[in-house]
């Protein structure tokens, strides 16, 4: 007895996500009459960035119907911070890829949290939910090696180092450009 694949490409959800909020901001906007530009591209940023987040992490899934028995690969999982998986004996594109990635990846998440939620203003919360996010990503990402949602994920320490680095930076530059430039300030929530 086969098997039949199926992959899911994450752009189709992230379309109908945000879809639907526009489409619930739109309502909103109606019912109340007001509007401030400024605050709904920041929090459309903010959507958009959690779909693309969403999309890179975690997609495509591939579901298996019927008898599979053979795995792709292993499951690759390194709890080690001093290993790289061998980075250093591949390609240099992927070296940068891998690193400047995952560093760069929670940058926008580090200022989009302030600029939108109050309470997210502190340097402390904004690392504890770049940490926390980071963490659940590659939880997920063991999952999907686990069910075989998509074998081509590895689950890494170092991912979640990297993405708490850039969400670090990504506070920063929220700290400068916001407080420090006065027509980013119209975008603060």
């Given at each position: 007895?086969?098997?039949?694949?199926?992959?899911?490409?994450?752009?189709?959800?992230?379309?109908?996500?945000?879809?639907?909020?526009?489409?619930?901001?739109?309502?909103?906007?109606?019912?109340?009459?007001?509007?401030?530009?400024?605050?709904?591209?920041?929090?459309?940023?903010?959507?958009?960035?959690?779909?693309?987040?969403?999309?890179?992490?975690?997609?495509?899934?591939?579901?298996?119907?019927?008898?599979?028995?053979?795995?792709?690969?292993?499951?690759?999982?390194?709890?080690?911070?001093?290993?790289?998986?061998?980075?250093?004996?591949?390609?240099?594109?992927?070296?940068?890829?891998?690193?400047?990635?995952?560093?760069?990846?929670?940058?926008?998440?580090?200022?989009?949290?302030?600029?939108?939620?109050?309470?997210?203003?502190k340097f402390g919360r904004v690392v504890m939910v770049v940490l926390a996010t980071s963490i659940v990503i590659e939880v997920l990402q063991y999952i999907w090696q686990l069910t075989m949602l998509n074998v081509w994920r590895?689950?890494?320490?170092?991912?979640?180092?990297?993405?708490?680095?850039?969400?670090?930076?990504?506070?920063?530059?929220?700290?400068?450009?916001?407080?420090?430039?006065?027509?980013?300030?119209?975008?603060?929530?």
């Amino acid at each position: 007895m086969g098997y039949e694949e199926y992959t899911i490409d994450g752009l189709i959800p992230m379309f109908l996500s945000v879809c639907v909020y526009v489409l619930i901001r739109v309502v909103f906007i109606l019912k109340n009459k007001k509007l401030d530009w400024h605050k709904e591209i920041s929090r459309l940023l903010l959507i958009l960035y959690l779909g693309v987040l969403v999309v890179v992490t975690l997609f495509p899934i591939n579901i298996i119907i019927g008898e599979y028995e053979q795995r792709y690969r292993e499951i690759v999982i390194n709890l080690n911070p001093m290993q790289f998986f061998g980075l250093l004996d591949t390609d240099f594109s992927i070296i940068v890829r891998n690193l400047g990635g995952n560093l760069v990846m929670m940058i926008p998440f580090a200022i989009l949290l302030p600029v939108n939620f109050r309470s997210m203003r502190k340097f402390g919360r904004v690392v504890m939910v770049v940490l926390a996010t980071s963490i659940v990503i590659e939880v997920l990402q063991y999952i999907w090696q686990l069910t075989m949602l998509n074998v081509w994920r590895a689950t890494d320490i170092n991912d979640v180092i990297l993405n708490v680095c850039g969400g670090v930076i990504g506070y920063a530059l929220y700290y400068y450009i916001f407080r420090h430039v006065p027509f980013m300030k119209r975008f603060i929530i």
